[in-house]
């Protein structure tokens, strides 16, 4: 499989994953760092919507006595489950898009969505 070089000189997949390893952090970092390559941009943008919005919600269901603990530890244990399959699927060269938001992450990084 041809991976392409990147502004970092790493192979796109590599970057790629490590665009999600850090869950939105390295998203964000690696939306400011990498200029040259959009399928990693794609990867990153995805990436921080994904776990950003997740950290969110789960941070805002904490605040309802005892089932926010439990609604917590479910949206942990799914964002969990949704890191390791997005890194295998970044790492094998795929596009990804989750619904919604891989749309939303493919028109703020692209442009435009692909899907009409």
């Given at each position: 499989?041809?991976?392409?070089?990147?502004?970092?000189?790493?192979?796109?997949?590599?970057?790629?994953?490590?665009?999600?390893?850090?869950?939105?952090?390295?998203?964000?970092?690696?939306?400011?760092?990498?200029?040259?390559?959009?399928?990693?941009?794609?990867?990153?943008?995805?990436?921080?919507?994904?776990?950003?919005?997740?950290?969110?919600?789960?941070?805002?269901v904490l605040v309802i006595p005892v089932l926010g603990i439990i609604i917590s530890s479910l949206i942990t244990f799914a964002g969990t489950v949704l890191w390791f399959l997005l890194m295998y699927k970044a790492y094998n060269g795929k596009l990804f898009k989750l619904p919604y938001v891989g749309n939303l992450a493919e028109e703020l990084t692209f442009g435009e969505s692909f899907e009409e």
């Open positions: 499989m041809y991976h392409k070089k990147t502004s970092l000189g790493l192979d796109e997949n590599v970057e790629a994953i490590l665009a999600y390893a850090g869950v939105w952090v390295t998203g964000l970092i690696f939306l400011f760092i990498e200029k040259k390559n959009n399928h990693v941009r794609f990867h990153a943008m995805q990436s921080l919507i994904t776990f950003f919005s997740l950290f969110i919600v789960s941070s805002l």
